[in-house]
């Protein structure tokens, strides 16, 4: 494997921001942090205005999940998406029950299992812990 199979196709790049727009939102709040990752992500893929729009419209809006997931063209992509929902909902320190709802939501309109929805929010939360532990050893004794 290299490097591109875990990168969203082109094709997809415009439901996959949508789709992270969708669940900053689904709380009822869009955190600063939930906007930069959004904006990263918009930023690193070069889309256009228009595309931005769009995203923008979900963040401010929401959107129904069943018209967002029939935007994918390729399957590994829902994959990577459930990744990258559960890291951005979890930004906030809280990976609420109602963010838990829609990425389910969303993992089951995509044909992804609950155990492997399941499987890939520990994967999440592991990664997590690990960085947040490496934050600490290489910081300077003392601070």
């Not at 415009?14 to 869009?30: L, R, S």
């Not at 029950?97 to 929010?121: D, H």
Request: glycine fraction near 4%.
């Amino acid at each position: 494997m290299n490097i591109q199979d875990y990168s969203v196709p082109v094709e997809d790049r415009v439901p996959f921001a949508k789709f992270m727009a969708y669940i900053a939102q689904v709380d009822g709040k869009v955190t600063l942090d939930e906007k930069q990752a959004i904006d990263s992500v918009i930023f690193a893929w070069c889309l256009d205005e228009a595309a931005v729009k769009k995203i923008y419209h979900v963040m401010e809006h929401g959107a129904t999940v069943k018209d967002l997931t029939s935007e994918f063209k390729n399957r590994k992509s829902c994959y990577l998406l459930i990744q990258e929902l559960i890291t951005l909902a979890s930004f906030d320190g809280n990976y609420e029950k109602n963010e838990q709802r829609a990425i389910q939501e969303i993992a089951s309109l995509c044909s992804i299992s609950k155990p492997r929805v399941k499987q890939i929010e520990k994967w999440v939360s592991d990664g997590i812990a690990w960085r947040k532990k490496g934050v600490v050893l290489i910081t300077p004794e003392g601070e």
